[in-house]
């Protein structure tokens, strides 16, 4: 399911309740990093993702190769494809995060279009396809279990890590890219992995979990550590000095327009606020110069 800010309360109460009761490349050597949560709510790892992976050419065309990508994370194996541009030079690269419900093969649109722009991309399967039960999470947490969320920005990190161990990408130059929940674990994958360049964040907004604590509807300190560590807007200090993006729809019909400003208004600089006015809940052409504009400062600065 997807999980928007107007949620947020309800699954707040839900919580308190859980509180009391083709040609083939393998390329070696995954480590399961330890995980843990800071006081503040930080997710945090104490090894570097590294991964194991086997690429898969799917075709070959004029201008790029599309790439069958399967890697370890964690306990599962993710799927993702991996288009890389034709290039002389090595070239950036960009992790793709999909929304709630959306496929590998349903982010191609954009990356064909990050392509054009000489990008390489990686769009991968989320688990559960990017649907979130926090119910479910924070029960693990609680447990002392990893839950899931924490584990899907780990399967971003390692994506990035795919991208940086590829020929023909510039490992330093590699930008976080996500959509509606994709774009939250874009933001907090950025934060955690500063050899990144910085995120662009389309139709999403943070759970503003500082609201419910100052109100009382938080007071657990682990539910507290918990909630916090899975709001993208715990990690907007992380992201200076690398550029923070958001680009939203006036009239999204999914995520209001003023929860993004309410997110935005809490970010550092260097940050920017692009807004088209459409009724898109996620990416539209609409974004295009948008993103070509933000993407060419962070890659190429």
Known sequence: MMVNCCMVK???????????????????????????????????YRNSP??????KTLKTRANHTLYEVVFTSRDSQIAGLLRMPKSEKDVPGVVLLPGATVTKEGEQGLAKYLCGLGYASIAIDQRNLGGIDVQS?????????????????????VAAEVLRTQSGIDPARIVYLGESNGARFAITACALDQKARGV???????????????????????????YRSIDPGTYLSGI??????????????????????????????????????????????????????????????
Request: glycine share 6%.
């Open 137 to 157: 999470d924070l029960r693990m947490f609680l447990n002392g279990e990893e839950p899931t969320e924490h584990k899907m920005v780990h399967d971003a990190l």
């Open 10 to 44: 309800r699954l707040f109460a839900v919580g308190l309740i859980i509180a009391v009761v083709g040609t083939s490349i393998f390329i070696s050597g995954c480590v399961k990093p330890d995980w843990d949560v800071s006081n503040e709510g930080l997710l945090e």
């Open 240 to 301: 200076p000095p690398r550029k923070f993006v958001m680009i939203h729809s006036l009239n999204d019909t999914i995520i209001p327009y003023d929860s993004a400003q309410r997110t935005y208004s809490r970010a550092f600089a260097p940050k920017e606020l692009h807004t088209v006015g459409t009724a898109t809940h996620g990416y539209c052409k609409a974004m295009d110069a948008f993103i070509k504009e933000e993407l060419e400062g962070m890659a190429f600065s």
């Open 50 to 55: 590294e991964c194991e992976y086997q690429l």
């Open 200 to 226: 662009i964040a389309i139709s999403t907004c943070g759970y503003n979990v500082d609201s419910a604590i100052a109100t009382g509807q938080l007071n657990d300190p682990n539910m507290i550590r918990f």
